[in-house]
């Protein structure tokens, strides 16, 4: 590539990476401000009698506030737990027809088998009624029924009465349906703060889901209006729901009192992202174990999992579940224990128990995106460059000599050898003009797409996460063949592995840069929060490594053609399907490692190991890197000067491995990016330390072994 051409592109790339630079300091700042957590124990504990009995004043809640616990996942109360505590009666008809012929009821004959076969909820408490009825309406608005004071006997005279189905009876009876009212105003008094849990009935065809969400929104609109409450995120824990959240009189009530969303960690709840943007972003990150892998845990595991859950991925609300039903750690001062154990681990990690406000809006400003979306165009134009122009003859340079004064044939041979050159230099300045012109255009044209309105044809959306996604695989190769390549090269010079070492840091901080440029194009709120996510992440794994392979088959200067001719050409052998074997078992493993839900699970000696390195240095680097990548990269530079056949393919192979690894860290993007760039320094650092001695060793062996071959040649002669 021309030397001008190629300083102009290092200018705009630097441009791009210091405002990448910029803009992680930015949100380094926005989430540094963010320390506060949330521990919300769940409300069923607390109206245990060991725990209080969801009286106010108890000794117990003053125990769990002083052990860290800050707010109250509210569950609500089903009718059979209402039955429990004695506030409801809940009758069918055929038991009614038995106190009737007992002569219990007040009012026996032929009236009582007029009543529809069904259930027959009977309560004294006028306020309960309302609710009972502000929380059936709009799941059975056109099947409930009041009979009112027409069902009445001894000990239920001045009752309220409604009636349900028989086949509704199944669905409701354990639907936790009733916001505990009166606890919510005494917890709330004791400075908890209200957390209500909406779960999604397992009971319920998903398009009922929208009205039991608004007969809670209705509950919970009426209780802010009428008592004063400390009201945390509105949660939705269920696993996965298939219906749209709240969008209808739910989602106006959302809207109108200013709520904010808990959005619990993998959850799979279609619409929840929908219902986040209506809400401004109010939301905070939420991490649940549910009760049952609660008791798989124990204690550490749990903390441990917690608290990475809020330094990795911004979580700042926990919901403590119960332990399993006779575990001795559900017991209160165990469990008192456990809360007081989480509370110092997070202030012992920096983070400060209690109420947060929801995550702070950022948002990249158009500029910014033009300016990275042009970054990404010219790191684009410089591969392109490097692969179009390696090896070429420069302009100009077959300018020089002279003909043959002697006019001999050879002479003449000569003298059409230099025309042939000087045309083939004007061909390459015309190609070089050409190249120019085209990427300056899409230079331009990268830098013009956000500033435009381009319809529902090109969203910005989608033109970030294409932005995006060609970053991911441009980035590394360009490390590789920029710094990387060319030091491999000098492997029969003076301090070589000086200049190995200093290229794997020019490269590292090179792709580095451009993870930079990419987390700023999907900066904004949606993204930190996991609402919108990169999307390319397996592409962006082996992108990479495709471009590379285009790379080593340019380098043999047969033309890709040929490359292809020759290889479909290629008379196979046993040894070529062994290592084409291992190839795609190392690239399946690669592949369906990744993720939080690995298809291959991780074994659990690794398992260890990560928990380890995150205690030890908080931002764990991946193995890919530390251990395999850089490290291999090294070992493989140091067999280079040897003549080992395949070092140098497999030497760029493991040096893009973890080029890419590191790329991707910083697509995840709800993860601080503190974390992203301390993890990036851990795993360069131990990386290159690991691979220097393996490098050291390597180049020891290697040098006895030609030292003992040199030997051998010396005694054959």
């Not at 990387?484 to 029969?492: D, F, I, R, T, V």
Request: with cysteine; net charge positive; glycine share 10%.
């Amino acid at each position: 590539m021309p030397t001008a051409l190629r300083r102009f592109f290092s200018l705009l790339l630097a441009i791009a990476v210091a405002a990448g630079a910029w803009t992680a300091y930015q949100r380094y700042s926005t989430e540094k401000m963010s320390r506060q957590v949330e521990i919300a124990i769940d409300s069923r504990l607390l109206l245990r009698e060991d725990f209080g009995g969801g009286k106010p004043g108890t000794q117990q809640l003053l125990d769990l506030k002083e052990a860290g616990c800050t707010a109250v996942a509210v569950n609500p109360l089903t009718l059979a737990e209402l039955e429990r505590k004695g506030r409801v009666t809940l009758l069918d008809t055929a038991e009614l027809r038995h106190l009737q012929a007992l002569d219990v009821l007040e009012r026996p004959g032929e009236e009582l088998k007029e009543f529809p076969q069904g259930l027959y909820i009977i309560t004294g408490e006028q306020e309960l009624y309302e609710k009972l009825h502000l929380g059936l309406s709009p799941l059975l608005r056109d099947v409930l029924y009041f009979p009112g004071k027409s069902v009445q006997g001894s000990g239920l005279a001045e009752s309220h009465t409604l009636f349900i189905p028989e086949r509704y009876i199944l669905a409701v009876k354990e639907l936790p349906l009733i916001l505990p009212r009166e606890q919510m105003i005494s917890w709330s008094s004791e400075g908890f703060k209200m957390i209500p849990l909406f779960n999604v009935p397992s009971r319920f065809p998903p398009a009922l889901n929208e009205k039991y969400w608004e007969a809670l929104s209705l509950q919970l609109q009426e209780i802010l209006r009428s008592a004063k409450i400390t009201l945390g995120p509105v949660a939705f824990p269920s696993a996965a729901f298939t219906y749209p959240a709240p969008q209808s009189t739910a989602g106006e009530i959302f809207r109108a009192e200013e709520l904010s969303l808990g959005l619990v960690e993998f959850t799979q709840g279609k619409g929840l992202n929908e219902l986040a943007a209506a809400l401004d972003y109010r939301v905070l990150r939420t991490h649940q174990i549910f009760t049952a892998e609660l008791g798989q845990l124990g204690e550490g595991r749990s903390i441990e999992r917690f608290l990475r859950a809020v330094q990795e991925r911004n979580v700042r609300v926990l919901l403590l579940y119960p332990f399993p039903e006779l575990d001795p750690r559900g017991e209160f001062d165990a469990y008192r224990g456990f809360v007081n154990k989480l509370g110092s681990a997070l202030q012992e990690a920096g983070f400060i128990p209690g109420g947060e406000l929801p995550f702070l809006p950022l948002s990249i400003p158009t500029a910014l995106q033009s300016l990275f979306s042009a970054g990404v165009a010219v790191a684009a134009a410089f591969l392109a460059g490097m692969l179009l122009f390696k090896g070429k003859i420069p302009a100009g340079k077959a300018e020089k000599g002279a003909g043959n004064p002697e006019g001999n044939e050879t002479g003449y041979k000569e003298e059409i050898t230099l025309k042939d050159r000087r045309r083939r230099a004007r061909l390459e300045l015309q190609k070089e003009r050409l190249f120019l012109g085209i990427s300056i255009t899409l230079i331009l044209a990268a830098f013009a797409f956000p500033l435009l309105d381009l319809g529902p044809l090109l969203t910005p959306g989608f033109f970030q996460k294409g932005t995006a996604l060609l970053a991911s695989l441009v980035f590394p190769v360009l490390g590789i063949i920029l710094f990387l390549e060319p030091a491999l090269h000098k492997s029969q010079s003076r301090g070589y592995w000086k200049e190995v070492a200093k290229s794997f840091l020019f490269a590292t901080l090179l792709t580095t840069g451009g993870a930079l440029i990419a987390s700023g194009i999907l900066g904004d709120t949606a993204y930190l929060l996991k609402i919108d996510y990169f999307q390319g992440v397996k592409l962006s794994q082996v992108g990479p490594f495709l471009l590379l392979g285009l790379l080593i088959l340019l380098q043999k200067g047969q033309g890709l053609k040929k490359e292809v001719r020759s290889l479909l050409e290629l008379q196979i052998k046993v040894k070529h399907l062994l290592v084409l074997f291992l190839a795609g078992g190392a690239l399946l493993v690669y592949l369906i490692r990744g993720g939080n839900f690995p298809v291959l699970p991780v074994s659990q000696w690794e398992l260890g190991l990560r928990r380890h390195l995150e205690v030890l240095l908080v931002a764990r680097p991946r193995f890919k890197e530390f251990l395999i990548g850089h490290p291999g990269f090294f070992l493989m530079a140091a067999l280079l000067p040897a003549g080992i056949r395949g070092a140098k393919t497999l030497a760029l192979l493991l040096a893009l491995l973890g080029q890419v690894s590191l790329f991707n860290t910083f697509m995840h993007l709800h993860r601080p990016v503190s974390l992203s760039l301390l993890g990036t320094v851990y795993g360069a650092g131990l990386g290159m330390l690991f691979g220097l001695i393996l490098y050291l060793l390597a180049a020891q062996a290697a040098s006895s072994d030609l030292r003992v071959t040199k030997m051998d040649e010396n005694n054959r002669v």
